[in-house]
């Protein structure tokens, strides 16, 4: 059964204009204004740009592929 959102230590991948964009997740929280789910992260593209904050909802969902091969503890 594949997952209905991103989950917290799990890394995503996505193809961005041919580019490849790679999102590690920290946590999971809800919008207090609408109750829907955000995960927050980090991003970069690959393969070696630098990381930088970044936030998802669940309509951008779609686009990733779950491609864990590192947890924000081994990116450290």
Do not use: C
């Amino acid at each position: 059964m594949s997952a209905q959102f991103f989950q917290p230590e799990r890394t995503y991948t996505r193809q961005v204009g041919g580019q490849i964009g790679e999102f590690l997740v920290d946590h999971i929280t809800r919008n207090p204004n609408d109750g829907g789910l955000h995960a927050f992260g980090w991003y970069r593209r690959l393969p070696h740009a630098s990381w930088h904050p970044y936030s998802q909802n669940q309509a951008e969902f779609g686009a990733w592929t779950d491609n864990t091969t590192r947890t924000l503890k081994e990116a450290s």
